[in-house]
Each structure stands twice: as C-alpha cells, then as structure tokens.
C-alpha cells in the first residue's frame, strides 16, 4: 500500500514538473518574440554597405590597420561615420565597430594559433600584426571569447596535434 502510495506521488510530481517547464518555456518563447528586431531589416543600400565592409576585412584585411576608425572606414566606402556605426550595428547583431574588427582579429588569430607553421611565431609579433594596441588588449580579447590565453591555446594545440 505504501508503495502504490509513492508511486503516485511520484507520477504527480513529474507531472506538475512538466507543467511548470511547459509554463517556463512559454514565457521563455514570449520573451524571445518581445526582443525580436524589426522584421523589415537592413535596407538593400544598408546590405550592400555592410558586404562591403565585411569583403574589406576579409579581402584586403583591413583589421590588421591598428589606426582603422570610424572615419577612414567611412571615408572608404563613400559614406558617412554615424551611418555606417547604424548599418554594423543592425547587420551585426548589435556589434559596434571595435568589436565587430575585434571579431575578425580575433578569428584570425585562431587560425594562425592553430596552424603548425606559426608554431614559433611571437604572440607579440602577432598582435601587432593583427592590429591590436597591445598584446594586453589581445590577451584580455582573446581570453573573454575563447576563455584561454592565446598562449595556453597553442599550448593545447601542440599537444593535440602531436
């Protein structure tokens, strides 16, 4: 008797823990539908703009310019600074401008700490080369969104690779 007992206490209970996840992921949809952006997006102008900026970085490499800003980028691509922030902002995800270069200075220094042949290559030398300030600047980056330091992921590497 006892046992039919917690058996049916056992079914209640995955039963009210069902409603009430069924209940948190509602809400949970609710919220995302709130936080939805503008369906409408970016313009065919704004689109164009931002290919463009993302062709520049990926082409010409243009991150690795310590002394890339607002205004040359701007200036490059015929338009003014404020709207361009606009259209990296809306095609990016909310990204500003820093952490959008960030993004692919940051990408590439993944590659070359995963590549064999910059095995030796100097993490200082690299963030130079990147287009980082400083190499804290470019350990502090690196480790916020990988969550090692560039030198504990060669590391890693290394060993992995061995």
């Known amino acids: 008797m006892l046992w039919m007992g917690i058996r049916v206490l056992r079914r209640r209970n995955a039963l009210y823990e069902s409603i009430v996840r069924q ?18 997006g970016p313009s065919e102008k704004s689109r164009r703009i931002y290919e ?8 010409e490499r243009i991150y690795a310019d310590p002394q890339i800003s607002r205004e040359s980028l701007a200036q490059k691509l015929g338009t003014n600074k404020t709207y361009l922030t ?5 095609c990016s995800g909310g990204m ?11 990408r590439e220094a993944l590659r070359l700490l995963s590549d064999k042949q910059y095995i030796d290559y100097p993490l200082k030398q690299m963030s130079s080369d990147l287009g980082f300030g ?12 990988v969550g090692v330091t560039p030198s504990a992921y060669r590391k890693s590497f290394i060993k992995v690779s061995k």
């Open 23 to 40: 209940q948190i992921e509602s809400v949970e949809r609710e919220k995302v539908v709130e936080n939805l952006p503008d369906i409408s």
């Open 52 to 59: 463009e900026v993302c062709r520049l970085m990926e082409e």
């Open 86 to 90: 606009n259209i990296i902002s809306e």
């Open 96 to 106: 500003n401008l820093s952490q959008f270069v960030n993004q692919y200075r940051l």
């Open 134 to 145: 400083s190499i804290s600047t470019f350990y502090k980056l690196f480790q916020d969104k």
